[in-house]
């Protein structure tokens, strides 16, 4: 008789993956055990049916389970007959298992919610193995009740009931409660229910932190929202029940499978009916549907159809996470706090999706990512807006969930916490701590702190490369194939000390050479210059030698100011040389009247994009000198002259992606390189994303574009690693 000892890494715990194996070892009546341990979930098992217990282990998984690896140890038969679930292992050696994302409920979970006969009807934390909080309330491994939040619930007598037997769905399903021994709310659903009817806002603790919700349909309540929060322009995220709400608002065609996945994340699409006040100036509206319990119960209970539901932070900090902290900091925007006594481990903002991903959080983090290259125990920092932290080791990194802009102590406590939770829940002691190489960083000043105190090396890694590597990690190639990185985006330390931002980089992990760039021109301000577009296009205009007179930008700035900027722009006097493409977008929108200043990152880009009107393409002007230069003067000029701003806006678009197929076909005579990369924050622009890839296919390069991480500043600590291990 054979027996075997088998070890499954990977996704496995959390997931229902000790109940599938002790269903399929009944079946096939193998006798022997399961259970977790910190590398992931050991088999002991016998019988004559190994080898089809092995087979179908593998090809009938949980769905949320993923398996990674299966080692298989031949052992010597025990006199055992039946199959149990046995208590946690040791630490034992090897990979270290991954904690599984948080998921949204389940249709099995809302019937019985939604059942007067059932117990657990109208209960606001229904849970069991397929569904339900994960990574944020997990305190350690093995991933078991007594190493999560939950372990503050002690099981009732019907719910142990069903802990314990092997025919429940709620076998082993750690976060699984009821009204009698589980979590509850400080205020009745109908009370919260109540509120958003009457316009309020209400601060609702959720699975990663607070939410802020109103309706989205009062106008008067989403100004307040925006007032309070100090939002400014910045579109809203809103909620809905389902599908068919979602497409009364939207255009849901093609992205029902991104709503309707296990993460249930925002999803960015075509606006069809937005409510008023909700995402001024834009063409799209960011859509999520009801993923827990009690956002389900609010719906069913006569809220509004469609909540504004935005994270529960003033702008620029961490969300909050407990209830003291959030009565704290939200006092001056929440009308009605409903809190619940359910800890949150690990703060964690909803995830976006648009483009592909625009920021990767819940329901995705910490599902780990595999490496294209072997690195030592790594922590890479990512870089200060939109940060998102790694954790790496061997073929495997661990990205956090999404950190936000780290330009304060509150932010940066809050990557501390989260890179120091990843490395305690994946056992990585660093070696190595990685990050961007802008001298003002906040997050470069830790790192460097961190491996002082430490004693271990800290090295910084260019900006634009760290973006290049991040898609080239995420499609897994290989690092002997030059691939022809197009990093276009608003903000980079260059290696020159000068902003990057419109870069055409040649190279793999270890080394790129920059082969091109957009033609550069003076940033007055420099980075200050990022919140007046309209400052940006009079210095374009400048560098194009274009007269300033009659140009909106010119003609809506007072005289003292412009008078400044002229002397600034002709001394160099606090000006900063840029080759950003973001900025380009910018002075090109304000040239067109879109506007002369923004609330928030990439407004008037976002604003361009969503005027434009299909028009035939500018000409284009690329100078192959040593280097590439994208010349966009041409552009500002046709752009001054504009009379139709819409047609004027894509003629744009469509000039930029042929810029690029020109300067790729331009190296590729040049180093005969087939791969082009499309990466960097410029590219979550559909327009631009589309024609790009358009162009260069019919030309016939093979295009990558990101799929796994964002194309924005979430991705950078991908890059880092995959740099910093390359270089060891």
């Given amino acids: ?121 109208g209960y606001p934390f229904i849970a069991c193995t397929n569904c339900g909080p994960r990574y944020t309330m997990v305190t350690g491994l093995p991933y078991d009740r007594a190493n999560t939040s939950m372990a503050a619930f002690p099981l009732c007598v019907d719910c142990a009931a069903e802990y314990t037997d092997p025919r429940s769905r709620r076998y082993h399903a750690q976060p699984t409660a009821c009204a009698v021994c589980g979590p509850r709310l400080s205020m009745p659903v109908a009370e919260v229910v109540a509120a958003l009817q009457a316009g309020r806002i209400v601060a609702i603790k959720g699975i990663g932190g607070y939410h802020l919700a109103c309706d989205a349909t009062n106008p008067a309540a989403v100004a307040r929202l925006r007032e309070r929060k100090q939002r400014g322009d910045k579109p809203f995220a809103v909620m809905v029940s389902d599908l068919a709400t979602a497409a009364e608002v939207a255009v849901v065609d093609g992205c029902a499978p991104d709503l309707l996945h296990p993460a249930s994340p925002i999803v960015v699409m075509p606006s069809r009916q937005s409510p008023a006040g909700v995402a001024p100036g834009t063409d799209t509206l960011a859509v999520m549907l009801a993923y827990t319990p009690l956002h389900h119960l609010l719906f069913d209970g006569g809220a509004p159809r469609v909540l504004v539901m935005t994270s529960g932070n003033l702008s620029d900090e961490p969300i909050c996470i407990d209830a003291e902290e959030a009565q704290d900091r939200l006092a001056g925007i929440a009308d009605v706090f409903c809190h619940h006594d359910r800890r949150i481990q690990v703060a964690c903002d909803d995830s976006v999706i648009g483009l592909g991903p625009v920021r990767r959080s819940r329901g995705f983090v910490p599902r780990p990512l595999r490496l294209p290259v072997s690195v030592p125990p790594i922590v890479a920092v990512g870089g200060e807006i939109k940060a998102t932290a790694a954790v790496a080791t061997g073929d495997r990194v661990w990205l956090t969930q999404h950190i936000g802009d780290v330009e304060n102590l509150q932010t940066l406590q809050m990557l501390e916490r989260s890179v120091d939770i990843l490395c305690d829940l994946q056992r990585v002691t660093p070696e190595l701590i990685v990050s961007d190489t802008h001298p003002g960083y906040l997050s470069r000043a830790w790192a460097a702190d961190v491996a002082a105190a430490r004693g271990i090396d800290h090295v910084t890694v260019q900006h634009h490369h760290a973006h290049l590597a991040s ?109 950003s493409m973001g900025r380009l977008f910018d002075a090109v929108a304000a040239i067109l009247g879109v506007r002369q200043a923004v609330d928030y990152e990439a407004q008037a880009a976002i604003e361009l994009e969503a005027m434009a009107m299909v028009a035939p393409a500018w000409p284009v002007e690329v100078r192959c000198e040593d280097e590439i230069i994208i010349d966009p003067s041409g552009w500002l000029t046709l752009a001054v002259l504009a009379t139709d701003p819409r047609r004027a806006a894509y003629a744009f678009h469509a000039a930029v992606a042929d810029a690029v197929v020109l300067a790729a076909r331009s190296a590729r005579e040049r180093n005969a390189v087939a791969m082009v990369g499309l990466t960097g924050g410029v590219f979550a622009n559909r327009i631009l994303s589309r024609l790009c890839r358009e162009g260069l296919v019919a030309a016939g390069f093979e295009v990558l574009v990101h799929q796994l991480v964002p194309c924005n500043d979430g991705g950078l600590a991908l890059g880092q690693v995959c740099i910093a291990g390359a270089r060891d």
Avoid at 12 to 21: A, E, K, M, S
Avoid at 86 to 96: A, I
Wanted: proline content about 8%; glycine content about 12%; aromatic content about 6%.
């Fill in 471 to 579: 898609l080239l990690a995420e499609h897994r190639v290989p690092a002997d194939v030059p691939v022809l990185g197009v990093v276009f985006d608003g903000t980079g330390y260059g290696t020159d000390g000068t902003i990057w931002g419109g870069e055409l980089l040649l190279g793999s992990y270890d080394a790129v050479a920059r082969v091109g760039h957009l033609a550069p021109i003076q940033l007055p301000g420099g980075d200050a210059a990022v919140k007046f577009p309209g400052r940006v296009a009079l210095a374009h205009l400048h560098a194009a030698g274009i007269a300033w007179q009659g140009c909106v930008p010119f003609e809506e700035m007072p005289s003292i100011q412009s008078r400044l900027l002229a002397s600034m722009l002709a001394t160099g006097s606090h000006c900063t040389p840029t080759t």
């Fill in 1 to 121: 008789m054979r027996r075997c000892l088998i070890r499954v890494t990977g996704i496995v715990q959390g997931v229902g993956f000790r109940p599938f194996v002790y269903g399929l070892a009944t079946d096939l009546r193998l006798a022997g055990h399961v259970g977790n341990d910190v590398n992931g979930v050991f088999i002991e098992v016998q019988g004559g049916a190994v080898d089809s217990f092995l087979m179908r282990l593998v090809s009938q998984a949980p769905p949320l389970a993923v398996i990674e690896d299966v080692d298989v140890t031949e052992q010597p038969p025990k006199p055992e007959t039946e199959f149990r679930i046995v208590d946690s292992g040791g630490t034992g050696s090897g990979p270290v298992t991954s904690i599984p994302p948080d998921t949204a409920v389940c249709d099995d979970c809302l019937a019985e919610m939604r059942d007067p006969e059932d117990r657990r009807f």
